[in-house]
């Protein structure tokens, strides 16, 4: 039998919510997407290197990971990431880069309608 364990971190829950709240206003899907995704037990979340949204975000898109970007690789492009977390050499590395380091929140508040977002993981 499938153990349904509920999550108690006030501020995924909070997220969570706007991020459907948001995909049903704006009509973008894809925060509902994300949104699902960050429901899905922990163990299962995206971890995401920066060599991979290296090779597969372009300089205009946002990178959007549902889950945690770590720093393996080198990023050569200014690139904005968008993130549940990130472990803090790949926050210095993208400061390197010369590219931005946000949260999923501020993504969602700056880019409502989703546009030009990469979904990595």
Same mark, same amino acid.
């Given at each position: 039998?499938? *153990?349904?364990?509920?999550?108690? +971190?006030?501020?995924? &829950?909070? !997220?969570?919510?706007?991020? @459907?709240?948001? =995909?049903?206003?704006?009509?973008?899907?894809?925060?509902?997407?994300?949104?699902?995704?960050?429901?899905?037990?922990? *163990?299962?979340?995206?971890?995401? +290197?920066?060599?991979? &949204?290296? !090779?597969?975000?372009?300089? @205009?898109?946002? =990178?959007?990971?549902?889950?945690?970007?770590?720093?393996?690789?080198?990023?050569?492009?200014?690139?904005?990431?968008?993130?549940?977390?990130?472990?803090?050499?790949?926050?210095?590395?993208?400061?390197?880069?010369?590219? @931005?380091?946000?949260?999923?929140?501020?993504?969602?508040?700056?880019?409502?309608?989703?546009?030009?977002?990469?979904?990595?993981?």
């Amino acid at each position: 039998m499938a *153990r349904h364990i509920e999550k108690t +971190n006030p501020a995924l &829950i909070s !997220l969570i919510a706007d991020l @459907k709240k948001s =995909a049903y206003e704006n009509k973008a899907p894809i925060w509902k997407d994300i949104a699902e995704r960050l429901e899905k037990p922990h *163990r299962n979340w995206s971890e995401v +290197n920066l060599h991979r &949204i290296d !090779l597969y975000v372009h300089e @205009k898109e946002t =990178a959007l990971i549902p889950g945690k970007v770590l720093s393996p690789g080198k990023l050569t492009k200014k690139v904005s990431i968008a993130a549940w977390s990130f472990s803090e050499k790949a926050h210095e590395k993208i400061k390197k880069a010369g590219g @931005k380091a946000l949260t999923i929140e501020e993504l969602l508040k700056n880019n409502p309608k989703g546009k030009d977002i990469r979904i990595v993981g």
